[in-house]
C-alpha cells in the first residue's frame, strides 16, 4: 500500500497533492498541528476518509479465512479505521446453521450480515471486509466501530460450542484486536446482548465467557510476542 501511495504521489505529483491538502486541512486544524509540510501528506493520505484503499476481489483481512460475499444490501462502503476507529469486537451465535447463515447473509432482502462466520469446526468464513461496516449491531454506532464475529448454533445448546469454535473464533478476535490496537478484555469483546437498545440476547448465558477470553488473551499474548 505504502509503494501504490508514493508511486501514485508521483504520478498526479502536485494536483493530487492540493486535493489532499484541501481534505486534510480541516483535519490538521482541528488536531492543532498547524501547517503540515508535504512529506507527512505523503505519509497520511492513506487515513483520509474517501481515499479508497485498493481493494482485491476475494481479499481476507484473516489469513486461513475462506472469502464468501455477502449481498452488498447488508453492509455499507466505509474506509475503516480511517472514518470510524474500530475498537470492538461484537460476539454473535446464528440460530441456525453455518449453511444457512451464509444462505440468509447472501440475501440482499435478510438486511444484516456480519463480517465472520465461525463453523462448528473452526473453519472461517469472511463475508464482508473489516474496512467497511456490517448491519450486525442493531445500533448504528456499535455497527460503526465494531467486527461482528457469528458462531454456528444455538444459545440454547452449549454443546454446540464446540473447543475447535472457541479456539478458531479467539485466535480471531485477538488478531482484530492486536490490528486496531484495543485491549483484548470484556469492555472491548462483547456479545451482541450488550449493544446498548438492542432487543437480541446472543451470544446467551451459556456461551464460556471465561474460557474464551482466557482462549483470546492467550492468543493476544502469543500475536504480541511474535510482533516484538
Ligand atoms: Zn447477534
Same mark, same amino acid.
Given at each position: 500500500m505504502g509503494e501504490q501511495g508514493a508511486a501514485k504521489g508521483g504520478r498526479d505529483?502536485? %494536483?493530487a497533492v492540493?486535493r489532499r491538502?484541501?481534505i486534510i486541512?480541516?483535519?490538521?486544524? !482541528?488536531?492543532?498541528?498547524?501547517?503540515? !509540510?508535504?512529506s507527512d501528506l505523503a505519509h497520511m493520505w492513506w487515513q483520509v476518509p474517501g481515499v479508497d484503499k485498493p481493494r482485491e476481489a476475494g481479499a481476507v483481512d484473516y489469513r486461513?479465512?475462506?472469502?464468501?460475499?455477502?449481498?452488498?444490501? =447488508?453492509?455499507?462502503r466505509a474506509d475503516r479505521p480511517a472514518d470510524y476507529?474500530i475498537?470492538?469486537?461484537? &460476539?454473535?451465535?446464528?440460530?441456525?446453521?453455518?449453511?444457512?447463515?451464509?444462505? &440468509?447473509?447472501?440475501?440482499?432482502?435478510?438486511?444484516?450480515? !456480519?463480517?465472520?462466520? &465461525? %463453523?462448528? /469446526?473452526?473453519?472461517?468464513?469472511q463475508?464482508?471486509r473489516e474496512l467497511d461496516?456490517?448491519?450486525?449491531?442493531?445500533?448504528?454506532?456499535? =455497527?460503526? %466501530?465494531? &467486527?461482528?464475529?457469528?458462531?454456528?448454533?444455538?444459545?440454547? %445448546?452449549?454443546?454446540?460450542?464446540?473447543? $475447535?469454535?472457541?479456539?478458531?473464533?479467539?485466535?480471531?478476535? $485477538?488478531a482484530i484486536?492486536r490490528r486496531y490496537g484495543?485491549?483484548?478484555?470484556?469492555?472491548?469483546?462483547?456479545?451482541?446482548?450488550?449493544?446498548?437498545?438492542? /432487543?437480541?440476547?446472543?451470544?446467551?448465558?451459556?456461551? =464460556?465467557?471465561?474460557?474464551?477470553?482466557?482462549?483470546?488473551?492467550?492468543?493476544?499474548?502469543?500475536?504480541?510476542?511474535?510482533k516484538?
Open positions: 505529483g502536485g %494536483r492540493s491538502t484541501l486541512g480541516g483535519v490538521a486544524s !482541528a488536531v492543532g498541528v498547524g501547517v503540515l !509540510a508535504r486461513g479465512a475462506e472469502w464468501v460475499a455477502a449481498a452488498a444490501a =447488508n453492509w455499507r476507529t475498537d470492538r469486537v461484537i &460476539v454473535h451465535v446464528t440460530q441456525g446453521s453455518y449453511q444457512g447463515t451464509l444462505k &440468509v447473509f447472501k440475501d440482499p432482502w435478510h438486511g444484516a450480515a !456480519a463480517h465472520y462466520v &465461525v %463453523r462448528q /469446526d473452526g473453519h472461517i468464513a463475508m464482508i461496516v456490517a448491519f450486525h449491531a442493531g445500533n448504528r454506532e456499535f =455497527n460503526e %466501530r465494531s &467486527v461482528g464475529i457469528e458462531h454456528e448454533g444455538f444459545v440454547d %445448546r452449549p454443546e454446540d460450542f464446540t473447543d $475447535a469454535m472457541y479456539a478458531a473464533s479467539a485466535r480471531l478476535t $485477538a484486536c484495543f485491549p483484548a478484555d470484556r469492555e472491548h469483546v462483547i456479545g451482541h446482548v450488550e449493544v446498548p437498545g438492542t /432487543d437480541h440476547t446472543d451470544p446467551g448465558p451459556l456461551w =464460556n465467557w471465561d474460557k474464551y477470553m482466557r482462549l483470546v488473551k492467550a492468543a493476544y499474548e502469543k500475536a504480541g510476542a511474535a516484538a
